[in-house]
């Protein structure tokens, strides 16, 4: 009879301890909202068409990235993944979605590029597909090529199929 009474007493210790368990298992603990980055209405994949200082399109639908910097601190980057003019620099964010750099050194080679005119329009292109998206322009100036300004202007990549080039 002991022993039938102290496995039923071992049961019900191991039960209690499995329905506490899962009480505290289940309790939410703080904020779990990571938040985002202070460029992240900024960040993205476009397509961008490159045009030189004639206004004449050297290159179309480039895929480019933009995305914040490891200290978050309103600095941006710009990559176009090393294909056209193999650069990625970082400028530096305003709230108003302009942004410019000057003498930005380049992550994929020795040259500098200035940055200007840069800016986000929040709906202000239309995807391949037909969807409003953001539109990002700037001018950039390289090193090696001082007084010729190229420009860029492209869309916000959205994912879907009928928007990809």
């Given at each position: ?11 019900r ?16 603990v ?7 980055t ?7 994949d ?37 294909a ?18 000057s ?11 200035n ?26 100036e ?24």
């Amino acid at each position: 009879m002991k022993m039938k009474n102290l496995k039923l007493n071992i049961s019900r210790v191991l039960v209690a301890i499995l329905v506490l368990t899962s009480f505290v298992a289940c309790d939410e603990v703080g904020d779990n909202d990571p938040g985002g980055t202070s460029v992240k209405a900024l960040a993205g994949d476009w397509f961008i068409t490159i045009s030189n200082s004639s206004g004449v399109a050297i290159s179309e639908h480039d895929l480019f990235s933009t995305y914040n910097t490891a200290a978050n601190d309103g600095g941006l980057w710009l990559d176009d993944h090393e294909a056209v003019a193999e650069f990625k620099v970082k400028v530096m964010t305003k709230a108003d979605g302009t942004f410019s750099a000057s003498a930005s050194a380049n992550e994929y080679n020795s040259r500098t590029v200035n940055i200007t005119e840069g800016k986000v329009e929040k709906k202000a292109a239309t995807s391949l597909g037909g969807h409003k998206v953001d539109k990002i322009t700037f001018k950039a100036e390289f090193s090696d090529e001082p007084g010729v300004i190229y420009s860029y202007e492209g869309h916000k990549r959205t994912g879907f199929a009928e928007d990809e080039y």
